[in-house]
């Protein structure tokens, strides 16, 4: 019988582009369906569509019956497309350990499987009928490896491709894959972490997920996507991306993007329809060693969620925020979860610490919450540097050098101590008459002025008493000075505990 471990054979010899011999190689195909099923010699032969002509008792039982390939290098070409017209004449098919220079593969009757087989050219991926096996995953690619870039899709936006089954399961992508104009009625790659696949290039665009769409543990250069509805669960856990694109997407379910580290993610005009989870994850600079080969640009790595909307509620639980956070055009029903959140103040807008501000009190965590205030404050404070000198600029630089808006009891502990050795030293001077040893001929002028104030602050009753003599004015600046840091450190002590 003959089989295709025969180094003399066409079929399991490398094709490149330039080889000639299809006919040949269609020829020997016919001989191997032969002997696999135990036909008559020339049983088969090609008609000139190319395509199998035999008895009708001949093609009943071709049709009922599974054929096996293994090992067998298809050429490449358009003629290597037409050579799998061959194999429609068989009821299942199963190719293991196979290698493909072709574009293509267009079975249309058949139920087929690709297990454990190599794609060396650019390949584009085609709507077929599942060959299933209980030994093996119900997807059409197993343990595949691709070489060059995988696309699917229809070159029409309004004419989707519709994939009826599930494609991949633990196959290498080492090109980029892009889906336009697709629909998947199974899974785009197989959710179970037994199996994981690995891509690193992903753009999927005008796109429907009919069944969850999984994409885990991967260590991805980049993924957009965009126009495309998510009808499943959609899970993109504990990957490592260095840019990330959603774009007009609707989510139907949950959405869960667990513990994923992203140098740049931008979410615009999508909306989550349930919970959807940015729990544990970190955006902007990564941690550990790729820390270092980050370019210091400037808001590169702001995290931008633009005109977003959470139908339910969203969770931000445990999530950094290392280069900055907008949140400024979100739109949300119920308030998201920030707890253990951490927003680096750089390029973050007011709106955004104002906003979670409001969700950690609405949530009971009010310790959390002050630090969101502080840093609301903090960047009201900077704006007002891009604004003339106004009585409300100066009232929040106070603010912010004597308490940090309240989230530092030590601050206005040091001042106090400052201003009462400052208070130390012009007692000690008023007694040595040092202000009028500086210059003698202004003590005149000096003496009739501070007289003026001292009488004038003389008139604050309620400070009356305290006011030391010959000192008045300076006391009662002093007193007010001191009144503010005491109530700065009485409010940054309660914020320690409750706002």
């Not at 997920?209 to 504990?238: D, R, W």
């Not at 009201?380 to 106004?390: A, D, I, Q, V």
């Not at 004015?473 to 309660?494: D, E, P, R, T």
Request: aromatic share 16%; hydrophobic share 40%.
């Amino acid at each position: 019988m003959y089989h295709l471990f025969d180094s003399e054979r066409v079929l399991s010899e490398v094709k490149n582009t330039e080889f000639s011999r299809h006919n040949d190689f269609a020829k020997l195909l016919l001989l191997y369906i032969e002997d696999f099923f135990n036909l008559e010699p020339d049983s088969l032969a090609l008609d000139v569509r190319g395509k199998v002509k035999a008895s009708i008792e001949v093609l009943r039982l071709l049709s009922k019956k599974e054929l096996h390939l293994f090992y067998i290098v298809f050429p490449p070409g358009e003629e290597g497309e037409k050579i799998f017209s061959i194999l429609e004449c068989v009821g299942r098919l199963r190719f293991t350990q196979c290698s493909f220079l072709v574009g293509r593969i267009e079975l249309k009757k058949p139920k087929v499987s690709f297990f454990d087989c190599e794609f060396i050219s650019n390949y584009d991926v085609l709507d077929m009928n599942l060959r299933k096996d209980k030994a093996y995953d119900d997807c059409l690619y197993q343990r595949c490896v691709f070489r060059g870039n995988v696309s699917c899709g229809s070159d029409e936006r309004k004419e989707r491709l519709i994939i009826r089954h599930s494609l991949f399961s633990d196959c290498k992508f080492f090109g980029r894959v892009r889906f336009e104009n697709a629909e998947l009625q199974g899974y785009f790659v197989d959710g179970d972490p037994r199996y994981p696949s690995s891509l690193s290039r992903l753009k999927v665009e005008n796109c429907i997920f009919q069944n969850g769409f999984y994409i885990n543990s991967q260590k991805m250069a980049y993924a957009y996507l965009t126009s495309c509805v998510f009808q499943g669960k959609f899970e993109f856990k504990q990957n490592s991306v260095d840019r990330l694109i959603f774009d007009n997407c609707n989510f139907k379910k949950i959405s869960d993007f667990y513990a994923s580290s992203i140098r740049r993610f931008t979410l615009r005009k999508s909306i989550f329809d349930t919970f959807v989870g940015f729990e544990e994850c970190h955006f902007g600079v990564l941690p550990g060693p790729r820390r270092r080969s980050i370019t210091p640009e400037i808001g590169i790595g702001l995290a931008c969620f633009i005109y977003v909307t959470f139908l339910e509620f969203a969770s931000f639980r445990g999530a950094r925020f290392n280069e900055g956070l907008d949140l400024e055009k979100i739109n949300t029903i119920e308030q998201p979860n920030f707890h253990r959140v951490f927003v680096s103040f750089a390029e973050t807008p007011r709106e955004t610490f104002r906003m979670i501000k409001h969700a950690l009190d609405s949530h009971g965590a009010h310790i959390e919450a002050n630090k969101f205030f502080a840093l609301e404050m903090k960047r009201r404070k900077h704006e007002f540097l891009r604004s003339r000198f106004t009585a409300d600029r100066l009232i929040y630089a106070i603010n912010h050098r004597a308490s940090d808006f309240g989230q530092s009891y030590l601050l206005p502990v040091m001042w106090i101590f400052v201003f009462a050795l400052s208070f130390y030293a012009l007692c000690k001077g008023q007694q040595s008459n040092m202000l009028y040893k500086i210059y003698p001929p202004a003590n005149e002028f000096i003496a009739a002025f501070t007289e003026v104030l001292n009488e004038i602050a003389s008139s604050v009753i309620p400070f009356k008493q305290f006011l030391r003599t010959g000192m008045e004015f300076i006391s009662l600046i002093f007193y007010v000075v001191f009144a503010v840091l005491i109530w700065q450190v009485i409010v940054a002590l309660k914020r320690m505990i409750r706002r």
